[in-house]
């Protein structure tokens, strides 16, 4: 039957579309991408929500096992997978249309929030922001530094750029394999600290002048959730800053206009350097 | 009390989220971006869904206007104003908001999806697009093409362009002002067929191979809504496509991965000269 993909957005349940709510209850089969249960969206709470069970599949099932979730739809079941945010945002679920409509299954999508689109509420404007990149935790030897010359050609270009922060999910335990057994590591998610702290040290290793020590950043947490979190600021002061749980990410700014700065203002750190080396002549008003 | 800044998302009155739904039950008035009334979100329908009267505050009263949605939510009542797509997609709201919370309003933003974000569904990467340009009307003596060097950027970086096209609303008639009269014209939306004319025109202007007859291109229409249309090919094919009825917009390829050329081969048209190119060799499996 049909195949949906549905976008939680970026919250808690009560954040899925009306049109997604009635999708959902009329799936026979509803699969929850695992990514999604470490976010913060209970499963049981889901299941109350919706008044229909839930299965968790984690992104290895979607990458490699989609037959789990093709098959039952070629057999003339709906079928449902929830994704945070939106479906179209990740790789993962374009393989996954692909090989649906190859085996004549129809898929219907329902878009949402993501954070690729709520970045905005920090103020800067969305059409302004270049390619968007990711940074890896780095390891005692492996330090890829390749996202610096992506945020350097959107800087040139005076477009801001969105770091979408490493999450580390399903890690074995190395030591415990050497043991013979398969331990998993607890989840790691990327700070804005640790973020800001590596893009530094990118700039000590490429010296182009791109995410220096004084250069705007934004740090968010949470975005979409009640406590979200965002703080402007130069991407040292960010270093030092509390930005609580995750999910976290970082904008490192490129040519602000004056409506962008009315807003970041809003939410820089009360003493920023920044501030204090180019705002303080427009703040007499 | 609250201003909540409400996305509708992009299709009808069940686009909403089920959180944004709760908040407009909750306000004690509540206003639709005029915008809104004619992307096939009907007022009537909206009240209908909400259970609740809607009033339709027209862009102007929106940006020149505040006070009247203001004031009363200083007053103590909670105030929506509801926006197709999402809330920080367009600077109107970020003006919004800043005079809100300089007001010592608090200000709930309800995310949802919008287009910005819903062009993935074509298969192209989200992370992979640079900045966004719009393409204006040309008029006789008025064709300005400052977009062609925005593109130019961005493609020379890989990056794929979304340009959203034209839309006039409340465009007065100047023959009717002369015999004075305030009319205003009926409402033009910018089809992807003008849109690919007046690139190709850009191109002949400024000749460096940006957006030539026969690079890569997808024209999307009503994105999000059940009868959306999305349609690839050279630039120049587009010219003569038809995508129905409004909104449209335009995507210009910059380097495109396998996975997301593997999505767009499902758009393109079946005898695109992009196809017999560039892609009849990958054909043969």
Redesign the interface.
């Known amino acids: 039957m049909v195949l949906y993909l549905i976008?939680l957005?970026?919250?808690?349940?009560?954040?899925?579309?009306?049109?997604g709510?009635?999708a959902v209850q009329k799936c026979d089969l509803i699969f929850l991408e695992a990514y999604t249960s470490v976010l913060r969206v209970d499963k049981t709470k889901l299941e109350e929500f919706y008044g229909r069970p839930v299965q968790v599949a984690d992104r290895n099932c979607v990458e490699s096992e989609a037959e789990l979730i093709l098959q039952p739809a070629k057999n003339g079941l709906n079928v449902a997978l929830l994704v945070v945010g939106?479906p179209?945002?990740a790789?993962t679920h374009?393989?996954l249309?692909?090989r649906a409509?190859a085996e004549g299954i129809s898929v219907e999508?329902i878009?949402?929030?993501?954070i690729?689109?709520?970045v905005?509420?920090c103020?800067l404007?969305?059409?302004?922001?270049?390619?968007?990149?990711?940074i890896p935790f780095f390891e005692d030897n492996w330090r890829p530094t390749s996202f610096y010359s992506k945020i350097k050609?959107?800087k040139d270009?005076?477009?801001h750029t969105l770091c979408?922060l490493d999450i580390k999910v399903k890690e074995p335990d190395y030591d415990a394999m050497i043991r013979g057994k398969t331990v998993y590591l607890p989840p790691r998610f990327m700070d804005v600290n640790t973020a800001a702290k590596q893009l530094l040290e990118a700039e000590e290793v490429h010296g182009e002048s791109v995410c220096t020590k004084d250069c705007l950043a934004v740090g968010l947490a949470r975005l979409?959730h009640k406590d979200q979190c965002i703080i402007a600021g130069t991407l040292e002061e960010l270093v030092s800053q509390d930005f609580g749980k995750p999910l976290h990410s970082l904008i490192i700014c490129g040519d602000t206009h004056d409506?962008?700065m009315?807003?970041l203002k809003?939410y820089m750190i009360s003493n920023s350097r920044y501030k204090i080396q180019h705002l303080t002549e427009h703040e007499s008003v």
């Open positions: 976008g957005g970026l919250g808690d349940e009560s954040d899925i579309t009306v049109r709510l009635n939106d179209v945002c790789t374009t393989d249309m692909i409509r999508l878009h949402n929030a993501s690729m689109g709520a905005g509420a103020g404007q969305l059409y302004n922001f270049g390619q968007t990149v990711s050609y959107n270009g005076g477009m979408l979409g409506l962008e009315e807003m809003q």
